[in-house]
């Protein structure tokens, strides 16, 4: 929440030569989105690794991920309609370039980029896909096959683990080789050096605070909807089997209380037959 209000209201009356040289490129939708899809991403992930798919808590991290969808929506519209830098169009994904960065990075280049680079551009869109991707196969998992889709949706997650450690490493790299503070940028939204030109003059706050109360909607829909003792969730007209809950619980305990049953009197019945042989025995 500090984060976001730091995003929203950032102050803009500091003075002093290197403020001065800073200037706006991220709109505030932008750096919403970024901070509000790494926090989640980050606790569907820890739940994922850390919490048994049996426990009651694992369904946490199917609600994580129906908000991450939406919020990646989110995101693909506004980067079709958005500022200069957070369009798709203004992204650097031209292999040519991405070569070029890289190549640039050890060879001590300090090219500068106003918006997005070529690594950060390509590593976006994949996470988004991949978002995308896990949403979907984690629908599918819990409203038509589990061991259908387990095996990809293990495949999505695991290569979006190694594309954000990825990301996170460039991130890091960058800022030592270009001086270049891109993690502060996607916090304030601005960047030194940047030409006139390459500047956005509005922060579009309506637009973050819109896409804040439309993720904290689904979020509250997600909540109301979901039955924790039956581990089921009410979405749009559906409803979806999320855990293990007591109601399935009670089910799978009919029938195994009822295999008992008859395990019991087939023994039963064996001990009659072996005492009635027993009385009939000659010797």
């Known amino acids: 929440m500090f984060l976001l209000l730091k995003i929203l209201f950032a102050d803009q009356r500091k003075s002093g030569k290197r403020f001065y040289m800073r200037k706006l490129v991220y709109d505030a939708p932008t750096r919403v989105f970024h901070t509000l899809f790494s926090a989640f991403f980050v606790c569907a992930i ?20 129906m908000t991450i ?3 990646v929506v989110m995101r693909i519209i506004w980067g079709l309609v958005g500022t200069r830098h957070a369009r798709f169009s203004g992204f650097a994904l031209n292999p040519k370039d991405l070569v070029a960065y890289f190549k640039g990075i050890w060879a001590g280049d300090k090219r500068r980029w106003s918006g997005h680079n070529p690594a950060s551009s390509w590593s976006a869109l994949i996470m988004m896909s991949l978002a995308l991707g896990l949403s979907t196969t984690g629908y599918l998992m819990v409203s038509v096959d589990v061991e259908a889709y387990e095996d990809i949706h293990e495949i999505f997650a695991n290569t979006f683990l190694v594309v954000a450690i990825l990301h996170v490493a460039g991130v890091a790299l960058h800022t ?21 030109v390459d500047t956005i003059s509005d ?11 439309i ?29 293990e809950g007591e109601g399935h619980s009670h089910d799978h305990g009919h029938e195994d ?10 023994e039963e019945g064996d001990e009659e037959l072996d005492l009635l042989f027993d009385e009939d025995d000659p010797l």
């Open 46 to 65: 820890i739940i994922a690794k850390t919490i048994d798919h049996d426990s009651e808590l694992f369904p946490v991290h199917m609600m994580i991920g």
């Open 69 to 71: 969808s939406v919020l």
């Open 176 to 196: 030592f080789r270009h001086k270049d503070w891109i993690a502060r940028s996607m916090l304030e939204g601005k960047k030194e050096g940047v030409p006139d």
């Open 203 to 213: 922060e579009k706050n309506p637009f973050a605070f819109l896409m804040i109360g």
């Open 215 to 243: 993720v904290a909607a689904f979020a509250i829909l997600l909540i109301n909807g979901y039955d924790r003792q039956t581990q089921s969730l009410a979405l749009f007209g559906t409803t979806l089997q999320l855990g």
């Open 257 to 266: 209380g009822h295999d008992h049953d008859h395990d019991q009197e087939y």
